[in-house]
């Protein structure tokens, strides 16, 4: 009888190791959605844009325009020795963009 008590015993021990141990790992991926923009020359860029940019920044030259779908602006912006991406509206609007 002891020994079948033993037995059980290890039975049970080596099972709850096994039953412990979790090898299937599910894979998680990290999806960021990017906001496709495409370049188009300052001078097409709108009015209100362009206006905002001379107001705000001033001595400030556009270096690249980007346009998206939402009719959104992505502006490089040379300052001085320095380059600024800012983000605006079709009304001239700063976005803030993360």
């Keep these: ?6 037995t059980a015993v290890f039975a049970f021990a080596t099972l709850t190791t ?3 141990t979790n090898t299937n790992v599910i894979p998680v991926q990290k ?3 990017q906001e496709e923009y495409k370049e188009l020359p300052a001078e097409e860029l709108p009015s209100a844009v362009q206006e905002a940019v001379k107001r705000d920044f001033k001595d400030a030259k556009i270096q690249k325009a980007f346009v998206n779908e939402s009719k ?3 502006l490089e912006l040379l300052v001085g020795q320095a380059t600024q991406t800012v ?6 609007n700063w976005l803030k963009k993360e």
């Design 1 to 6: 009888m002891k020994k079948v008590v033993l």
């Design 18 to 20: 096994f039953a412990t």
């Design 31 to 33: 999806v960021i959605l």
């Design 72 to 74: 959104e602006f992505k």
């Design 87 to 92: 983000y605006a509206d079709a009304n001239g």
